[in-house]
């Protein structure tokens, strides 16, 4: 197989900078080789030439694929040599220099699994060729030998006479058989191996068992040789492919299409619908008028987002649409229909809409585009057809009668199961069981078939023989592992023995790894996921064993629904190894991406699923790395649901890069840049320059909205600009102030007005409030707070009376009337009131401390004040600010050590209040230790807590060690 490497040269210094479309090049050339016993690749440029982006992924892909890889471009000859692969590089007949000029010939043994290289170079000295010779790799006369065991020819079973290279096994690190490949991998009849028609590998060879019929080997029961049995198979019927029992549905169905473009085929999960739909697919080939053009299929596997543009971009290869962003045609933002006309040379195509049912609800398509558009591409483009494949009958009049035929797909019939398993495993021809008519009819009706016209689950079939092929059984002797069971708990114990005793443990993993893909496990991928449970080839045995199964190019590789079902059973969801899977994963789908900002379709459903992956894998911070011009679909809506999440909890470092994405996904929507202004001032502080750049556009996209404003005023107190907020409140036009200008904001209004000096014209603002009854707890808070800075207590008081009436008093209130009380000197009402508060169960911390205070400080009664702290410990609403007052008492009752301790908990706990910090420096530097003081206000300092007190200590404390140095 030749690799065109050369197609993206023309620049100089190109090495890491070339592309060569590697993925598709070997996808294509690799299954051109299928039959071959030996499969060698060559290509011009080393692979450390391409661009990082295939690199890594490449590499793996070339060994698995083929056996040697021969390149040159360097003109340096060399072999490498791995457990499976080996790579030659040639020097150049015409070098530049003696030392580039050379190359080399292969001589392969594979009787014996050995070889040979012999490295030949020119010799400017004599003009003529002799030995290239390598120290401790070539003998004498350049002869480099090799020992690739693993190309010694064996017999395989099952495969009489046939001999063929052995791949290494993992496991066992012995050569075991490869295994033949044949054009399909259905396995037998009718197995649904994915949504649209999939194809798989078969699996290795295990030893006979039961009623196999290996080779020639004659069956049980007295029936015919196998080989005459497989004499009387069509050699291009759907039997050859494995789908038996389906002759006269197919020929149906496509003779249907020929009559209505649009087919409608549904039944239960793992029925056969996908291998029905791609048999019609070659069926139409025969019945088209004229016998020309084959059809071609183009498969896409439907979500909830179904719209016209996905399915034209999807088309636009055979529609001859090379648009950098094909999108349906349009007019004014309206499908266009006659635009479709104009890709009338397109070739026959057979559009397989498959899961079909995520785009529908009990009325039809939820995008109504979506049936706009399939009805005038079929009849804008004859020579098109649509089949729209779903696990649930379609609502009526899905289209309208003339245009569409509704098929319900059904189980099989005892024939069809006997046909099945004497012939299971298409690509072991030779391979499987011959089943009387009572073991087929068991199976049957085990199966499936005992419901009154439903018949044998072709799934549960292809269960049944996988299980029995690697566990060396005959199906009837797995049967009997599970007596009593019908088809879906029968199912469930075939795949839970599949999964407990024919995987081994890393298998198991890769297949909870693809349980959690949402669309296709792109080839890609392959490589990272067996990485990830630490076997080389386990993704390839799980395409063995029919649980992974592949696209024709086998490019994407899906695992069916109902294995993923059961499998997610058996995943520990939001655990660590839940999250480093969804990693990898998100990894692999990231790599797709990374750089490219080109909107294509096949990058936005990388990107949108990179970013799902991201999300599970709560690796949020790397959201960053995807480009937002990629991103769309389901992503907004799993981007808001992982940020209320992550704001349940108070993850405000994770939800800030959650935030951030969806900003940029949704930048006119308000609530997310208010959302994420708030949170970046709870991160980086009040006032931060970002939050204000997320208020300023939250406001400018809903001026109306009280919250947008009042962020914006509470950010520009923080600022120390209040007068840009009240000129901001000034330009207000009379419609926004009516709707915006709540009570919250008018008390932050009134806050700036008293920043800039204004203090009676805010006292007013907040009276004018009171007097219109519009007042919320706050504004009769600082309207009391400014009286009782007047020492106008009774007015304070009055304030607080109004809003008692109001009803809008709160604990915090109260706790303010009993300040204002105590500030009157009537001391012993305002311990009253905070009794009584107390009394009634209040967990304000306030109450407790001002009580405290007011029994040390007033009654001289510290006994009674720590009496009071304890209550509210009990009562679990101490803060710090009580454990400050608690420390202080204990100093005061000679227990000093004791507050040092209780201060140094909540300091080390990483406490922001101040009060903490002063207090313990101040005992450090009364007892001495100033250095220990100035450390303890460091903390401060770096925990962003230091205020003009513990600045003014610190001074303090700094001018005193002077002083003593000075003296000294």
Not at 208 to 227: I, L, V
Not at 785 to 803: E, S
Request: net charge negative; proline share 5%; aromatic share 8%.
């Amino acid at each position: 197989a030749g690799l065109n490497s050369a197609w993206s040269c023309g620049r100089d210094k190109e090495k890491g900078k070339l592309w060569l479309g590697g993925q598709w090049q070997l996808n294509t050339l690799s299954g051109k080789l299928k039959d071959a016993d030996i499969k060698l690749a060559i290509g011009h440029h080393p692979l450390d030439w391409l661009v990082e982006q295939e690199t890594p992924n490449l590499n793996p892909r070339l060994e698995q694929a083929f056996h040697f890889f021969l390149h040159g471009h360097e003109h340096f000859s060399w072999v490498a040599e791995t457990p499976r692969h080996i790579r030659l590089a040639a020097g150049a007949c015409y070098g530049e220099r003696p030392s580039e000029s050379g190359y080399s010939f292969v001589r392969l043994d594979l009787e014996q699994g050995a070889g040979e290289v012999w490295l030949r170079r020119f010799d400017d000295m004599g003009s003529g060729w002799i030995p290239r010779v390598v120290s401790g790799k070539t003998n004498n006369d350049g002869l480099w030998p090799l020992e690739p065991d693993w190309l010694k020819a064996q017999e395989e079973p099952g495969f009489s006479g046939s001999r063929r290279p052995a791949i290494p096994s993992e496991e066992s690190g012995k050569a075991v058989p490869d295994i033949e490949e044949g054009p399909s991998g259905h396995p037998g009849s009718a197995f649904p191996t994915s949504g649209n028609g999939r194809t798989g590998y078969p699996e290795t060879a295990v030893p006979d068992a039961g009623n196999r019929t290996d080779g020639d080997r004659a069956p049980s029961g007295g029936a015919a040789p196998e080989a005459d049995k497989l004499s009387r198979l069509p050699e291009d019927g759907p039997e050859s492919r494995g789908i038996f029992g389906r002759g006269r549905e197919i020929e149906k169905l496509a003779g249907r299409l020929q009559k209505k473009p649009i087919l409608l085929v549904h039944g239960m999960a793992g029925i056969g619908k996908s291998c029905l739909i791609e048999e019609v697919h070659r069926a139409l080939a025969h019945t088209r008028p004229g016998e020309g053009e084959e059809y071609k299929l183009v498969s896409l596997r439907v979500t909830v987002h179904l719209s016209a543009d996905e399915i034209f971009g999807q088309l636009a290869p055979v529609l001859k649409c090379f648009d950098d962003d094909p999108k349906a045609p349009r007019q004014l933002g309206r499908l266009d229909l006659s635009g479709l006309a104009k890709y009338r040379a397109a070739a026959p195509t057979l559009l397989h809409l498959y899961r079909a049912h995520n785009a529908l609800n009990a009325s039809g398509f939820i995008d109504v585009e979506v049936r706009t558009f399939l009805r005038a591409l079929v009849k804008q483009l004859p020579q098109f057809r649509v089949i729209l494949e779903s696990t649930r009958a379609a609502p009526e009049e899905l289209f309208p009668d003339g245009e569409y035929h509704v098929h319900r797909v059904r189980g099989l019939d005892v024939d069809a199961v006997q046909g099945y398993f004497r012939r299971p495993f298409v690509r072991r021809p030779r391979q499987g069981w011959e089943l009387t008519d009572a073991q087929a009819l068991e199976i049957y009706q085990r199966l499936g078939g005992s419901t009154k016209k439903e018949g044998a689950h072709p799934l549960g079939m292809m269960l049944l023989a996988v299980v029995a092929d690697g566990l060396a059984l005959d199906p009837t002797r797995v049967l009997q592992r599970h007596p009593g069971k019908l088809r879906k708990e029968l199912e469930e114990k075939l795949f839970d023995d599949l999964y407990q005793n024919v995987l081994t443990p890393p298998r198991q993993h890769l297949l909870r790894l693809a349980a959690l893909y949402r669309r296709e496990i792109p080839v890609g991928h392959e490589v990272e996921l067996d990485r990830r449970v630490g076997e080389s080839g386990a993704f390839q045995a799980l395409v063995q064993r029919f649980l992974l199964s592949s696209d024709e190019r086998e490019e994407r590789f899906e695992l069916h629904s109902l294995f993923a079902e059961l499998t997610l059973d058996r995943i520990v969801p939001d655990g660590f190894e839940y999250q480093l899977d969804h990693g990898v994963i998100a990894e692999a789908w990231l790599a797709t991406v990374r750089g490219i900002r080109t909107r294509r379709l096949p990058y936005i459903l990388a990107a949108n699923e990179a970013a799902f992956h991201l999300l599970e894998a709560e690796e949020f911070h790397r959201l960053r790395e995807l480009s937002v011009t990629l991103l769309g679909r389901d992503t907004p809506g799993m981007l808001e649901a992982w940020s209320d999440r992550l704001h349940g909890i108070g993850d405000r470092e994770n939800r800030r890069p959650v935030l951030e994405l969806l900003t940029k996904l949704l930048p006119d929507e308000p609530k997310y840049h208010r959302f994420l202004g708030e949170t970046i001032e709870k991160l980086d502080g009040r006032g931060a320059d970002e939050a204000l750049e997320h208020y300023r556009t939250a406001r400018e996209l809903l001026p109306t909205y009280p919250q947008y404003l009042a962020n914006l005023g509470r950010c520009y107190l923080a600022r120390r600009e209040p007068d840009v907020f009240v000129r901001l409140v000034a330009d207000l036009s009379e419609f926004e102030r009516q709707r915006a200008m709540n009570p919250y904001v008018h008390n932050i209004h009134a806050k700036c007005l008293e920043r800039m000096g204004k203090s009676d014209e805010a006292s007013r603002n907040r009276q004018e409030q009171i007097r219109q009854g519009r007042a919320t707890a706050p504004i009769y808070n600082d309207e009391a707070d400014y009286l009782k800075k007047q020492q106008r207590y009774n007015d304070a008081l009055l304030v607080l009376d109004k809003a008692e009436q109001a009803g809008v008093m709160n604990d915090h209130l109260w706790a303010v009337k009993a300040g204002i009380l105590q500030a009157d000197n009537q001391g012993e009402a305002a311990s009253q009131l905070r009794k009584a508060r107390m009394a009634a169960g209040s967990r304000h911390a306030a109450f407790y401390n001002d009580e405290a205070l007011y029994q040390k400080e007033e009654r001289n009664d510290p006994n009674a004040a720590l009496a009071v702290l304890e209550q509210a410990e009990e009562n679990r609403c101490a803060d710090d600010f009580s454990l400050s007052i608690k420390a202080r008492l204990l100093k005061d009752m000679g227990r000093g050590e004791e507050g040092s301790k209780l201060r140094w908990a909540r300091i080390d706990a990483g406490t922001r209040n101040p009060a903490l910090y002063n207090d313990e420096a101040v005992w450090l530097r009364d007892r001495g230790d100033v250095e220990a003081a100035l450390a303890v206000l460091a903390r401060a300092e770096k925990n962003g807590c230091a205020n003009e007190h513990i600045r003014t200590l610190r001074c303090n404390i700094e001018q005193r060690i002077a002083k003593s140095q000075r003296t000294d």
